[in-house]
């Protein structure tokens, strides 16, 4: 289905021709995507906060609600900026400081199994801290997608599975990435705030930022997901990448500080895995729970979610392209999924520059 523009009631979404990308381009895009991206479900640009381009495939439309998958990773990322700016949190806090019922009180006995290795890695975990969660720079063992992720999703206890794990180096140093460390900081940032999550995030995000929330499942506890699991359409997602791109600002309403979005967008841990350099094309480092590339000379910060949700900010060129994918029989998996969604943004990013 490909859905024709139309003037909209609400202001960011109307489309208006002084905005407009290269019809050209755009047709090439539309093109490609029905023919050798079926998952695809939509995408929708912006520009000078206003919709551009907008798209639709495969049946969706712009009131289906989709999984954002790790895009909640960024969202959640928002709300510890939120948490910071009303003194709930600070970003070197430990997490043994939140939650101390997670960390031992004292020494475990001398008849303890492996006691010199257990000391060592309850020393560890204890000074993880509220940044080195956002910049996933745990120092945690976590194998994306291996058997600790089958694990962390059947258990009934998911928070404490995560920061009983092992630490295999030093907090602070590494960059891995960890869905089991963003939902221990969920988990560090219900505490916080002092109430259940998601009616806080409600009331003192996504509400103010006009960002509805669909939806947000839960883990084995009844805990919202931490860095997953989020439900949100496409326009949504737009929404929320030109929140970022306003510096926290959007329809002249401050939701977050200036100075938080531009270290989210920095440039703070470097990223050596093989897996994620083949996944995003010219790759270029990682913020608070947001990725950093390149694309024609342009520095683009991406909200990224598994299968190929994406909300993505090329602050240079006043740019948002946002689209999210389905994931199911369609999806050909993450990597070839993201490679052919970052060769059609590469070609809308390289129309606007020219």
């Given at each position: 289905?490909?859905?024709?523009?139309?003037?909209?009631?609400?202001?960011?979404?109307?489309?208006?021709?002084?905005?407009?990308?290269?019809?050209?381009?755009l047709a090439r895009v539309d093109s490609t995507a029905?023919?050798?991206?079926?998952?695809?479900?939509?995408?929708?640009?912006?520009?000078?906060?206003?919709?551009?381009?907008?798209?639709?495939?495969?049946?969706?439309?712009?009131?289906?609600?989709?999984?954002?998958?790790?895009?909640?990773?960024?969202?959640?990322?928002?709300?510890?900026?939120?948490?910071?700016?009303?003194?709930?949190?600070?970003?070197?806090?430990?997490?043994?400081?939140?939650?101390?019922?997670?960390?031992?009180?004292?020494?475990?006995?001398?008849?303890?199994?492996?006691?010199?290795?257990?000391?060592?890695?309850?020393?560890?975990?204890?000074?993880?801290?509220?940044?080195?969660?956002?910049?996933?720079?745990?120092?945690?063992?976590?194998?994306?997608?291996?058997?600790?992720?089958?694990?962390?999703?059947?258990?009934?206890?998911?928070?404490?599975?995560?920061?009983?794990?092992?630490?295999?180096?030093?907090?602070?140093?590494?960059?891995?990435?960890?869905?089991?460390?963003?939902?221990?900081?969920?988990?560090?940032?219900?505490?916080?705030?002092?109430?259940?999550?998601?009616?806080?995030?409600?009331?003192?995000?996504?509400?103010?930022?006009g960002i509805r929330l669909e939806g947000w499942d839960?883990?084995?506890?009844?805990?919202?997901?931490?860095?997953?699991?989020?439900?949100?359409?496409?326009?949504?997602?737009?929404?929320?990448?030109?929140?970022?791109?306003?510096?926290?600002?959007?329809?002249?309403?401050?939701?977050?500080?200036?100075?938080?979005?531009?270290?989210?967008?920095?440039?703070?841990?470097?990223?050596?895995?093989?897996?994620?350099?083949?996944?995003?094309?010219?790759?270029?480092?990682?913020?608070?729970?947001?990725?950093?590339?390149?694309?024609?000379?342009?520095?683009?910060?991406?909200?990224?979610?598994?299968?190929?949700?994406?909300?993505?900010?090329?602050?240079?060129?006043?740019?948002?392209?946002?689209?999210?994918?389905?994931?199911?029989?369609?999806?050909?998996?993450?990597?070839?999924?993201?490679?052919?969604?970052?060769?059609?943004?590469?070609?809308?990013?390289?129309?606007?520059?020219?």
């Amino acid at each position: 289905m490909i859905l024709a523009l139309a003037v909209l009631s609400v202001s960011p979404f109307v489309s208006q021709s002084v905005y407009a990308q290269d019809p050209v381009v755009l047709a090439r895009v539309d093109s490609t995507a029905r023919a050798s991206l079926p998952a695809l479900q939509g995408m929708a640009v912006m520009r000078g906060g206003r919709l551009a381009w907008e798209r639709y495939w495969g049946g969706a439309d712009s009131a289906t609600a989709f999984n954002v998958k790790s895009v909640s990773k960024s969202l959640l990322s928002a709300l510890v900026g939120v948490a910071v700016e009303q003194r709930k949190v600070t970003l070197d806090q430990t997490v043994a400081s939140i939650l101390p019922g997670l960390y031992p009180k004292s020494p475990p006995p001398a008849n303890r199994m492996f006691r010199p290795a257990v000391v060592q890695n309850d020393s560890a975990r204890a000074t993880i801290t509220v940044r080195q969660l956002l910049t996933m720079t745990s120092g945690y063992a976590w194998d994306e997608g291996g058997p600790v992720l089958a694990a962390f999703i059947v258990s009934t206890d998911p928070v404490r599975l995560v920061a009983e794990s092992q630490v295999a180096t030093v907090p602070g140093q590494t960059w891995n990435y960890t869905t089991g460390g963003t939902h221990l900081l969920a988990a560090a940032l219900t505490q916080a705030v002092g109430a259940p999550l998601e009616q806080w995030a409600r009331a003192n995000f996504f509400g103010p930022a006009g960002i509805r929330l669909e939806g947000w499942d839960v883990d084995g506890a009844g805990k919202p997901v931490g860095g997953s699991e989020m439900f949100l359409t496409i326009r949504g997602l737009a929404r929320f990448g030109q929140l970022y791109l306003g510096r926290g600002t959007i329809d002249g309403k401050r939701i977050l500080p200036a100075a938080w979005v531009d270290t989210s967008f920095a440039k703070l841990a470097d990223i050596a895995s093989p897996r994620y350099k083949e996944m995003i094309s010219g790759l270029d480092g990682y913020g608070y729970l947001w990725w950093r590339r390149q694309s024609s000379g342009h520095t683009m910060i991406g909200a990224l979610g598994h299968g190929g949700q994406f909300s993505l900010v090329v602050p240079s060129l006043d740019l948002v392209i946002a689209g999210a994918s389905a994931l199911d029989g369609r999806n050909p998996g993450v990597v070839p999924q993201f490679q052919g969604i970052f060769r059609l943004v590469d070609q809308i990013v390289a129309s606007v520059s020219r």
